[in-house]
């Protein structure tokens, strides 16, 4: 894989969007290609944060396992996604999972060899300081704005999340359990919150599956305030 290609792949807020070619070349030399299947599980929870991950193909789910043994869904990623390098940087240990929903393909990339890289390029450090300060504002941006929600807009908020900006028709890869689990809704009321957005024409339900289908209502639904 050359610089180009990866860049080409990585979303706009991935660590490692704003780097250069020669920065990713240095990158991609020092990274494994590694293959994944489904159920493999790329980082685990509490484990030491040695090395981070960039999906290359594939899906999967980023969950956490709260104090009472419930375990959360905080996302689901596509390729380009980059994982891991919180732990990395600061040298605490994981604070989630990272599980393969299908088969797939990853770069694996150690601290030794990210350091590396950012020692052969100090201004990466920079970049990487102002990335990191930007998702602690938009982490806490997402906090304070959801407490201000009732679970139908949670819910709308969270279909916004899956589903692509400017997309119609899309059908969104959960179950209405796993739906709920990543809004942090009870499986009864995603049920009925559901049912009866399905009633109204804005979301179809499919085989378990939920489909939107008026991306414009749900919108309007994200910002109705409780």
């Not at 789910?61 to 390098?85: F, H, K, Q, T």
């Not at 040298?91 to 350091?115: H, N, P």
């Amino acid at each position: 894989m050359k610089a180009e290609d990866l860049l080409r792949m990585v979303s706009g807020n991935a660590l490692i969007a704003s780097w250069g070619s020669t920065e990713l070349e240095d990158l991609l030399e020092r990274a494994s290609l590694c293959p994944m299947k489904k159920g493999d599980v790329l980082l685990h929870q509490g484990d030491p944060g040695d090395y981070l991950i960039i999906l290359l193909d594939g899906t999967i789910r980023v969950s956490m396992v709260a104090s009472n043994g419930r375990e959360i869904i905080l996302d689901y990623l596509e390729p380009g996604s980059v994982l891991g390098e919180i732990a990395l940087l600061d040298g605490g240990d994981r604070t989630a999972s990272v599980t393969a929903l299908g088969e797939g393909q990853y770069l694996k990339l150690g601290a030794k060899a990210f350091r590396e890289v950012l020692e052969r390029h100090p201004s990466v450090a920079w970049r990487l300081l102002q990335e990191m300060a930007r998702r602690l504002r938009n982490a806490n941006n997402t906090i304070e704005s959801d407490r201000a929600f009732a679970s139908g807009p949670r819910l709308a908020r969270s279909l916004q999340r899956l589903v692509p900006s400017g997309a119609v028709g899309v059908s969104i890869r959960l179950s209405q359990s796993e739906l709920g689990a990543f809004a942090g809704i009870s499986r009864e009321n995603i049920n009925r919150q559901l049912g009866a957005w399905a009633d109204a024409g804005i979301v179809a339900l499919e085989q378990g599956r939920v489909r939107v289908l008026d991306m414009e209502v749900l919108e309007e639904i994200a910002m109705a305030a409780e």
